[in-house]
């Protein structure tokens, strides 16, 4: 007996059929983010609908929902890995195609927290953005946005263990 919030099996369930019952809803979990992740992209490229025009539910916030999509459009089902978990394709849906292989072989490989596959991650966008920084010529001190200060030190303390440092010049 099943209902939206509850599943019920009858006390006289053999063992083997709640086994394979039970690995079978896992299964059906670990790709059910995927599946609603496609139909939503589906759904607004066949049809350019959004989501709160054709979704009534209270499971998922819009926000939710555009994230899916959005992770769905981003990394093509060639890169996508059933041994890792949704959240890290999530994580590295903002990437390069050819750096999101990279790191999901690498959390296939070594499987790792979200949190800390994002703290990789963001290691990794900073690090690639120092080295754009570099790359390009240093604008004048009345370019620079409001949040960057420029100053003085000794490159030899640098880099500080807490980061603080993004860039030296």
Request: a negative charge; charged letters at 30%.
């Amino acid at each position: 007996e099943r209902g939206p919030t509850y599943l019920k099996f009858s006390p006289d369930t053999p063992e083997e059929e709640w086994r394979e019952f039970t690995k079978a809803l896992i299964g059906a979990g670990k790709r059910v983010s995927w599946w609603i992740a496609d139909a939503l992209a589906f759904g607004e490229a066949a049809y350019g609908e959004r989501y709160t025009q054709v979704l009534d539910t209270d499971a998922y916030t819009y926000d939710s929902l555009r994230n899916l999509a959005t992770i769905s459009r981003k990394v093509a089902v060639s890169r996508r890995r059933d041994t890792v978990p949704f959240s890290h394709h999530a994580e590295v849906a903002s990437l390069a195609p050819d750096v999101q292989d990279v790191f999901l072989a690498r959390a296939e490989m070594s499987p790792v927290p979200r949190q800390e596959f994002r703290e990789e991650i963001k290691t990794f966008k900073e690090d690639l953005a120092r080295e754009l920084a570099l790359a390009a010529p240093v604008p004048e001190p009345d370019r620079l946005p409001l949040n960057v200060r420029v100053l003085e030190a000794d490159a030899r303390a640098m880099p500080h263990e807490d980061r603080s440092v993004h860039l030296v010049v």
